[in-house]
Protein backbone atom coordinates (compact mmCIF):
# COMPACT_ATOMS: atom_id res chain seq x y z
CA UNK A 1 0.00 0.00 0.00
CA UNK A 2 1.18 3.49 -1.07
CA UNK A 3 1.71 6.20 1.96
CA UNK A 4 0.59 10.09 2.10
CA UNK A 5 1.23 12.19 4.93
CA UNK A 6 1.64 15.61 5.62
CA UNK A 7 3.42 17.59 8.45
CA UNK A 8 2.06 18.45 11.76
CA UNK A 9 2.04 21.88 12.36
CA UNK A 10 0.47 25.01 13.92
CA UNK A 11 2.77 27.21 11.66
CA UNK A 12 5.07 26.68 8.69
CA UNK A 13 8.72 25.65 9.15
CA UNK A 14 10.75 28.12 8.99
CA UNK A 15 13.02 26.47 8.00
CA UNK A 16 11.49 25.82 4.39
CA UNK A 17 9.23 28.99 4.18
CA UNK A 18 8.10 31.98 6.73
CA UNK A 19 5.98 30.82 9.20
CA UNK A 20 2.71 32.89 8.03
CA UNK A 21 2.66 30.74 5.05
CA UNK A 22 -0.45 28.21 5.09
CA UNK A 23 -0.16 25.51 7.44
CA UNK A 24 -3.40 23.39 7.60
CA UNK A 25 -4.28 21.20 10.60
CA UNK A 26 -3.24 17.84 10.27
CA UNK A 27 -5.79 15.62 11.34
CA UNK A 28 -8.38 17.41 9.78
CA UNK A 29 -6.56 16.89 6.52
CA UNK A 30 -6.26 13.56 6.67
CA UNK A 31 -9.62 13.25 7.15
CA UNK A 32 -10.49 15.06 3.79
CA UNK A 33 -7.76 13.05 2.19
CA UNK A 34 -9.36 9.71 3.63
CA UNK A 35 -13.03 11.13 1.77
CA UNK A 36 -11.54 11.35 -1.24
CA UNK A 37 -8.94 8.05 -1.50
CA UNK A 38 -9.56 4.50 -1.21
CA UNK A 39 -5.63 2.85 -1.24
CA UNK A 40 -3.51 5.24 0.28
CA UNK A 41 -2.10 4.57 4.02
CA UNK A 42 -2.17 8.06 5.22
CA UNK A 43 -0.56 9.29 8.47
CA UNK A 44 2.01 12.41 9.69
CA UNK A 45 4.85 12.73 9.44
CA UNK A 46 5.01 13.41 12.48
CA UNK A 47 3.05 14.08 15.19
CA UNK A 48 4.74 15.92 18.08
CA UNK A 49 3.97 14.69 21.03
CA UNK A 50 2.86 17.90 22.54
CA UNK A 51 0.20 18.91 20.23
CA UNK A 52 -2.25 16.93 22.03
CA UNK A 53 -3.11 14.78 24.95
CA UNK A 54 -2.20 11.36 24.47
CA UNK A 55 -5.85 10.37 25.19
CA UNK A 56 -7.06 12.42 22.86
CA UNK A 57 -4.97 11.65 20.18
CA UNK A 58 -5.27 8.20 20.55
CA UNK A 59 -8.93 8.39 19.81
CA UNK A 60 -8.47 10.74 16.66
CA UNK A 61 -6.08 8.38 15.09
CA UNK A 62 -8.08 5.51 15.64
CA UNK A 63 -11.33 7.56 14.05
CA UNK A 64 -9.37 7.99 11.19
CA UNK A 65 -8.38 4.55 11.09
CA UNK A 66 -12.39 3.44 11.14
CA UNK A 67 -13.42 6.30 8.40
CA UNK A 68 -10.72 5.52 6.54
CA UNK A 69 -11.39 1.62 6.49
CA UNK A 70 -7.88 0.81 8.54
CA UNK A 71 -5.42 3.44 6.18
CA UNK A 72 -4.15 5.10 9.30
CA UNK A 73 -0.74 4.91 11.05
CA UNK A 74 0.55 7.28 13.66
CA UNK A 75 3.77 8.70 13.66
CA UNK A 76 5.00 10.75 16.20
CA UNK A 77 7.91 12.49 18.10
CA UNK A 78 9.30 14.48 20.65
CA UNK A 79 8.61 17.98 18.76
CA UNK A 80 11.02 20.12 18.48
CA UNK A 81 9.57 23.91 16.96
CA UNK A 82 9.62 25.81 19.97
CA UNK A 83 7.92 29.40 18.31
CA UNK A 84 4.68 27.61 17.24
CA UNK A 85 4.12 26.78 20.74
CA UNK A 86 4.68 29.91 22.40
CA UNK A 87 2.34 31.51 19.51
CA UNK A 88 -0.71 29.28 20.53
CA UNK A 89 -0.16 28.59 23.99
CA UNK A 90 1.32 25.28 24.15
CA UNK A 91 3.01 23.73 27.05
CA UNK A 92 6.68 23.53 25.35
CA UNK A 93 8.79 21.62 28.28
CA UNK A 94 12.45 20.60 28.13
CA UNK A 95 13.81 17.71 25.91
CA UNK A 96 13.80 15.13 28.67
CA UNK A 97 10.47 15.61 29.64
CA UNK A 98 9.19 15.78 26.08
CA UNK A 99 10.98 12.29 25.74
CA UNK A 100 8.99 11.02 29.03
CA UNK A 101 5.89 12.18 27.71
CA UNK A 102 6.70 10.66 24.69
CA UNK A 103 7.27 7.41 26.01
CA UNK A 104 4.07 7.62 28.10
CA UNK A 105 2.15 8.68 24.94
CA UNK A 106 3.28 5.40 22.90
CA UNK A 107 2.01 3.41 25.77
CA UNK A 108 -1.14 4.90 26.22
CA UNK A 109 -1.81 4.66 22.39
CA UNK A 110 -1.00 0.97 22.30
CA UNK A 111 -3.28 0.78 25.62
CA UNK A 112 -6.41 2.15 24.33
CA UNK A 113 -6.19 0.60 21.06
CA UNK A 114 -6.16 -2.73 22.54
CA UNK A 115 -8.87 -4.46 24.60
CA UNK A 116 -7.76 -3.40 27.71
CA UNK A 117 -9.88 -0.27 28.90
CA UNK A 118 -8.77 0.10 32.50
CA UNK A 119 -6.41 3.06 33.69
CA UNK A 120 -3.09 4.23 33.00
CA UNK A 121 -1.39 6.01 35.59
CA UNK A 122 2.41 7.55 34.32
CA UNK A 123 4.15 10.62 36.00
CA UNK A 124 2.81 12.99 33.03
CA UNK A 125 -0.44 11.53 32.33
CA UNK A 126 -3.19 9.58 34.37
CA UNK A 127 -6.00 8.46 32.43
CA UNK A 128 -9.21 6.82 34.27
CA UNK A 129 -10.34 4.87 31.40
CA UNK A 130 -8.76 3.85 28.08
CA UNK A 131 -11.73 3.29 26.60
CA UNK A 132 -11.91 3.77 22.84
CA UNK A 133 -15.14 2.66 21.08
CA UNK A 134 -15.29 2.30 17.88
CA UNK A 135 -12.31 0.14 17.82
CA UNK A 136 -9.27 1.01 15.02
CA UNK A 137 -10.37 -1.27 12.11
CA UNK A 138 -6.08 -1.99 11.44
CA UNK A 139 -4.82 -4.91 12.92
CA UNK A 140 -3.07 -6.34 15.02
CA UNK A 141 -3.64 -2.62 15.89
CA UNK A 142 -2.47 0.76 14.01
CA UNK A 143 0.97 0.95 12.64
CA UNK A 144 3.33 3.64 14.86
CA UNK A 145 6.15 5.25 13.10
CA UNK A 146 8.24 6.61 15.69
CA UNK A 147 10.36 9.73 14.05
CA UNK A 148 13.50 11.00 14.42
CA UNK A 149 17.33 9.98 14.79
CA UNK A 150 18.43 10.00 18.31
CA UNK A 151 20.51 7.27 19.43
CA UNK A 152 20.37 7.34 23.45
CA UNK A 153 16.63 7.72 23.44
CA UNK A 154 14.43 8.04 20.02
CA UNK A 155 15.79 4.77 18.71
CA UNK A 156 15.44 2.97 22.12
CA UNK A 157 11.69 4.06 21.94
CA UNK A 158 11.69 3.00 18.34
CA UNK A 159 12.61 -0.94 19.11
CA UNK A 160 10.27 -0.41 22.41
CA UNK A 161 7.21 0.49 20.79
CA UNK A 162 7.84 1.17 17.00
CA UNK A 163 6.72 -0.82 13.97
CA UNK A 164 8.75 1.69 11.49
CA UNK A 165 11.25 4.05 12.42
CA UNK A 166 12.05 7.71 10.01
CA UNK A 167 15.86 8.79 9.86
CA UNK A 168 17.15 11.93 8.47
CA UNK A 169 19.78 11.08 5.45
CA UNK A 170 22.13 13.30 5.20
CA UNK A 171 24.47 10.32 4.10
CA UNK A 172 23.99 6.57 3.22
CA UNK A 173 27.18 6.25 6.23
CA UNK A 174 25.21 7.92 8.47
CA UNK A 175 21.76 6.27 8.35
CA UNK A 176 23.66 3.12 8.06
CA UNK A 177 25.23 3.73 12.04
CA UNK A 178 21.69 5.02 13.23
CA UNK A 179 20.44 1.13 11.80
CA UNK A 180 23.41 -0.66 13.81
CA UNK A 181 22.58 1.63 16.82
CA UNK A 182 18.66 0.43 16.50
CA UNK A 183 19.95 -2.97 16.20
CA UNK A 184 21.47 -2.79 19.33
CA UNK A 185 18.60 -1.35 21.00
CA UNK A 186 16.76 -4.24 19.48
CA UNK A 187 18.91 -7.17 20.83
CA UNK A 188 19.01 -5.49 24.61
CA UNK A 189 14.92 -5.80 24.71
CA UNK A 190 14.90 -9.13 22.54
CA UNK A 191 12.74 -7.39 20.12
CA UNK A 192 13.20 -9.09 16.68
CA UNK A 193 14.95 -5.67 13.99
CA UNK A 194 13.79 -7.01 11.30
CA UNK A 195 10.00 -6.42 12.27
CA UNK A 196 10.74 -2.54 12.06
CA UNK A 197 10.37 -0.69 8.66
CA UNK A 198 13.12 1.50 7.86
CA UNK A 199 12.41 4.55 6.55
CA UNK A 200 13.91 8.07 5.83
CA UNK A 201 13.41 11.46 4.42
CA UNK A 202 15.42 11.70 1.71
CA UNK A 203 17.67 14.37 2.02
CA UNK A 204 19.92 14.52 -1.45
CA UNK A 205 19.49 17.55 -3.91
CA UNK A 206 18.67 15.09 -6.83
CA UNK A 207 15.29 15.43 -7.05
CA UNK A 208 15.55 19.07 -6.61
CA UNK A 209 17.77 18.74 -10.00
CA UNK A 210 15.33 16.80 -11.68
CA UNK A 211 18.12 14.14 -11.82
CA UNK A 212 16.29 10.60 -11.18
CA UNK A 213 19.10 8.55 -12.60
CA UNK A 214 20.90 9.90 -9.45
CA UNK A 215 17.80 9.92 -7.14
CA UNK A 216 17.49 5.98 -7.94
CA UNK A 217 21.29 5.41 -7.34
CA UNK A 218 20.75 6.83 -3.82
CA UNK A 219 17.60 4.80 -3.17
CA UNK A 220 19.96 1.48 -4.41
CA UNK A 221 22.45 2.60 -1.98
CA UNK A 222 20.00 2.61 1.04
CA UNK A 223 17.99 -0.66 0.16
CA UNK A 224 21.18 -2.15 -0.01
CA UNK A 225 21.95 -1.63 4.12
CA UNK A 226 18.38 -1.94 4.77
CA UNK A 227 15.97 1.03 4.33
CA UNK A 228 12.48 -0.41 3.00
CA UNK A 229 11.02 3.31 2.21
CA UNK A 230 12.49 6.50 1.22
CA UNK A 231 10.31 9.52 1.47
CA UNK A 232 10.32 12.87 -0.94
CA UNK A 233 9.22 15.93 0.17
CA UNK A 234 7.72 18.26 -2.90
CA UNK A 235 10.03 21.66 -3.46
CA UNK A 236 7.61 24.65 -3.08
CA UNK A 237 6.93 26.77 -5.81
CA UNK A 238 5.07 23.92 -8.38
CA UNK A 239 1.71 22.23 -8.03
CA UNK A 240 2.14 19.02 -5.50
CA UNK A 241 0.32 16.88 -7.95
CA UNK A 242 2.03 18.14 -11.10
CA UNK A 243 4.73 17.20 -9.70
CA UNK A 244 4.59 14.07 -8.40
CA UNK A 245 3.39 13.29 -11.90
CA UNK A 246 6.30 14.84 -13.72
CA UNK A 247 8.85 13.61 -11.34
CA UNK A 248 7.61 10.64 -9.12
CA UNK A 249 5.42 8.63 -11.81
CA UNK A 250 8.02 7.55 -13.85
CA UNK A 251 10.78 6.19 -11.21
CA UNK A 252 8.01 4.69 -9.20
CA UNK A 253 9.15 1.59 -11.71
CA UNK A 254 12.62 1.38 -11.08
CA UNK A 255 11.86 1.89 -7.38
CA UNK A 256 10.11 -1.35 -7.15
CA UNK A 257 12.85 -3.40 -8.55
CA UNK A 258 15.00 -1.73 -6.86
CA UNK A 259 13.08 -3.29 -3.54
CA UNK A 260 12.23 -6.77 -4.78
CA UNK A 261 16.46 -7.08 -5.57
CA UNK A 262 16.93 -5.69 -2.00
Known sequence: MARL???????????????????????????????????????????????????LLAKIV???????GGRAELGIGAAWYDREHRGLDVPFPPVAERFERLEEALRICRQMWSEDNGPFAGRHYQLAETLCVPAPIS??????????SGEKKTLRLVAAYG?????????????????????AHCDAVGRDYAEI???????????????TGAFLADAEQYARIGIDTVI???????????????????????????AVAG
Open 5 to 55: SVMDHYFQMEAMFPADEPMLEGYTTLGFLAAHTSRLRLGLLVTGVTYRHPG
Open 62 to 68: ATLDVLS
Open 139 to 148: RPRIPILIGG
Open 163 to 183: DACNLFAPSVDVVAHKLDVLK
Open 197 to 211: TKTIIYNGDALARED
Open 232 to 258: VVPPGGEAVDAWVERICVPVVKDLADI
